[in-house]
T-cell receptor
Framework: ETGVTQSPTHLIKTRGQQVTLRCSSQ?????VSWYQQALGQGPQFIFQ???????GRGNFPPRFSGLQFPNYSSELNVNALELDDSALYLC?????????????FGPGTRLTVL | AQSVTQLDSQVPVFEEAPVELRCNYS??????LFWYVQYPNQGLQLLLK??????LVKGINGFEAEFNKSQTSFHLRKPSVHISDTAEYFC????????????FGQGTRLTINP
């Protein structure tokens, strides 16, 4: 069984640029959640996708957007990058968005904004 | 809104000593509670979870936690730690039954000294 994978591992961008991060779900999972983990902080929920639709969003501005594809892989897009966007971005996949399903986390993408 | 407070940002202990990592949450209604571990340059791994039932929950790697509703606490314990337990530990809460979004604490860095 393949776990959650994320690409790229590391990324360096400059302020104002746009970035796309990618996530492949664990086999059999149809729900993907994205989290931002700033240095020295706990992860913060960005949003969740279920069957290609946004299924809940945290307190993040609209320049954070996402997509989920028919194979349940997902992208996180961030426009107009700011210095504070520097963080580890974690993707987690889970089963049906019904009664509790464990979220399995990928290794993350570390984004540095200069 | 849910919030989680991890009372210690760093906990140093000697190998084979017992350890307790403290976690308090804000909600007075029913919740799901979790402890995750994060090793350097890795994603999050679930140690244990409380969904319902027995208030003493056993997890992987010899860890256990006790749910205390009256004190809104979910402290993590291990009777004898090993060097390999050195990591960052996160307490998290979510709302039943969907557990759509995890709200994390700031994390506790556990350092094991020989």
């Amino acid at each position: 069984e393949t776990g959650v994978t994320q690409s790229p591992t590391h990324l360096i961008k400059t302020r104002g640029q746009q970035v796309t991060l990618r996530c492949s779900s664990q086999s059999g999972h149809n729900t993907v959640s994205w989290y931002q983990q700033a240095l020295g902080q706990g992860p913060q929920f960005i949003f969740q996708y279920y069957r290609e639709e946004e299924n809940g969003r945290g307190n993040f501005p609209p320049r954070f957007s996402g997509l989920q594809f028919p194979n349940y892989s997902s992208e996180l897009n961030v426009n107009a990058l700011e210095l504070d966007d520097s963080a580890l971005y974690l993707c987690a996949s889970s089963g049906l968005a019904g009664p509790y399903n464990e979220q399995f986390f990928g290794p993350g993408t570390r984004l540095t904004v200069l | 809104a849910q919030s989680v407070t991890q009372l210690d940002s760093q906990v140093p202990v000697f190998e084979e000593a017992p350890v307790e990592l403290r976690c308090n949450y804000s909600s007075s209604v029913s919740v799901y509670l979790f402890w995750y571990v994060q090793y350097p340059n890795q994603g999050l791994q679930l140690l244990l979870k409380y969904l319902s039932g027995s208030t003493l929950v056993k997890g992987i790697n010899g860890f256990e936690a006790e749910f205390n509703k009256s004190q809104t606490s979910f402290h993590l314990r291990k009777p004898s730690v090993h060097i390999s337990d050195t990591a960052e530990y996160f307490c998290a809460v979510s709302d039943p039954p969907l557990a759509q979004k995890l709200v994390f604490g700031q994390g506790t860095r556990l350092t094991i000294n020989p």
